[in-house]
């Protein structure tokens, strides 16, 4: 097993799911929410970043609303998401804060991921709160979506979540040990796989239907997962939920589960993207000692380097970076609007309060965000 992927992973989503989270629709299972965030806790003082993305806000809706079935109404589901939310944060709330972590709330539509302005908004948020050592806790805003706009499954959710905030690893916590080659329960002769390429046909022949009445998805979610993350970099371990001290015990590169490698290294991956765009939206055209900085010291472009803004482009636009002979020398994502880089241009980033009317990244194009031409 290729166990140094976890045991070398800096950042982390843990997925869980309602059944866990619930006790199989119980109600809130105190104890083992306790024990992931004790877990948790000892991943941050090891020096990881942690992401929790947890079901179980419908769930416990429903059995505080004391509904021993669940609803097909949208307008229900709703409902008792948004009752059984707050008891789901506050919980994680008060479990972290024994554990003498901050924690916060964060609920997510896939409108949120679709629109670029509020993707790079939620990436900003998140990564704040990690910076700050504060654990968020993510959950689908069930309270106001609809089944044209879900993620479907926080299986798929986790996925996004490692995309979004660049994790090296997705750890899907579930009822079952991990992937089989068929579903035990029904052949005897079904062997359990320790390890396998994230995104291979062949484990979304073996992954059967959801296998709970409380939570939505299967392990066919988890693989399609494990496949998305991958596409970002990131390894996907399924394992059991109430294994005694998973979390830890993989991070210390113990075999636990099944862990699905991605193919393409983290840093690859999305650089590989950017330099495949045919088409840029816009440039912005830098000085000789910008330009060097860039090629030769690897350094973020800063906008008191750059002298024109070509084209019309949003942020989080992918942008050519131009050296005074008009030669492309690399690209990035823009952290800034064009009509903002215009503003920006040979200033420093003191005046980019009184330019904007708002201070955000001291950069137009963050190093960890550019490709060098060579």
């Given at each position: 097993m290729a166990s140094g992927v976890l045991a070398d992973a800096r950042r982390i989503v843990v997925k869980v799911g309602?059944?866990?989270?619930?006790?199989?629709?119980?109600?809130?299972?105190?104890?083992?929410?306790?024990?992931?965030?004790?877990?948790?806790a000892a991943l941050v003082r090891d020096g990881r970043e942690v992401v929790m993305v947890s079901s179980g806000a419908i769930a416990e809706g429903m059995k505080r609303l004391g509904w021993s079935?669940?609803?097909?109404?949208?307008?229900?589901?709703?409902?008792?998401?948004a009752v059984g939310q707050m008891g789901l944060a506050q919980m994680y709330e008060t479990k972290l804060r024994e554990q003498g972590l901050g924690s916060a709330q964060v609920l997510l539509t896939h409108a949120d991921l679709a629109d670029r302005e509020r993707y790079l908004n939620a990436r900003s948020t998140l990564l704040t709160l990690l910076r700050l050592q504060v654990v968020p806790v993510i959950n689908e805003n069930d309270t106001v979506v609809n089944d044209?706009?879900?993620?479907?499954?926080?299986?798929?959710?986790?996925?996004?979540?490692?995309?979004?905030?660049?994790?090296?690893a997705l750890v899907i916590l579930t009822d079952q040990k991990g992937l089989y080659t068929a579903d035990p329960r029904r052949d005897p002769a079904a062997q359990f796989v320790h390890e396998a390429k994230a995104g291979d046909p062949a484990l979304e022949a073996m992954a059967g239907g959801a296998g709970s009445s409380i939570g939505k998805g299967g392990m066919i979610t988890k693989i399609l997962a494990a496949k998305r993350a991958a596409g970002s970099g990131a390894s996907t371990v399924i394992a059991w939920g109430r294994e005694p001290d998973a979390l830890v015990r993989l991070t210390q590169g113990e075999p636990i589960g099944t862990l699905l490698v991605a193919q393409t290294a983290k840093n690859q991956a999305r650089k590989q993207w950017m330099a495949d765009h045919l088409q840029m939206r816009g440039a912005v055209c830098v000085d000789a000692g910008a330009a060097a900085k860039l090629r030769d010291e690897g350094k973020s472009l800063l906008p008191i380097g750059m002298v024109a803004v070509e084209g019309e482009f949003s942020r989080g636009d992918v942008i050519a970076i131009k050296d005074p002979a008009g030669q492309e020398i690399a690209r990035g994502l823009a952290n800034y609007a064009s009509a903002e880089a215009r503003l920006m241009c040979r200033k420093a980033s003191s005046e980019f309060e009184k330019l904007l009317g708002y201070a955000a990244e001291p950069e137009m194009v963050h190093r960890d965000n550019l490709v060098v031409q060579r």
């Open positions: 309602s059944s866990l989270v619930t006790n199989e629709g119980r109600g809130l299972d105190e104890a083992a929410i306790g024990e992931w965030c004790r877990q948790l079935t669940r609803p097909k109404e949208v307008h229900e589901l709703q409902a008792a998401a044209e706009i879900k993620f479907g499954d926080n299986d798929t959710l986790g996925a996004l979540v490692a995309n979004l905030v660049e994790a090296d």
